[in-house]
């Protein structure tokens, strides 16, 4: 990516561009509270006591799918991984 583009891309990364996006970038409704609450902050595994063990498989399985185990790894833990 061009380094021009980057406080573009930087800023429809944040929470609030992310929030006024949902409905674009992905399906939260039926997540209690929506895109609202969904889209809070970068803590990691907030989700824990969200996510029921089926979905959490469905996600698993998702991952699986469409990333390599590296790209997983830092998706879920980030550079500290």
Do not use: H
Request: aromatic share 12%; hydrophobic share 45%.
């Amino acid at each position: 990516m061009s380094a021009k583009l980057w406080p573009a891309a930087v800023e429809r990364c944040t929470f609030d561009a992310m929030k006024a996006r949902a409905d674009e970038i992905g399906s939260f409704w039926n997540f209690a509270g929506g895109a609202q609450s969904f889209l809070f902050k970068g803590t990691n595994g907030r989700w824990r006591d969200v996510l029921t063990p089926a979905e959490l498989d469905a996600y698993r399985q998702r991952v699986a799918e469409l990333l390599p185990p590296d790209a997983a790894t830092w998706l879920e833990r980030g550079r500290r991984g």
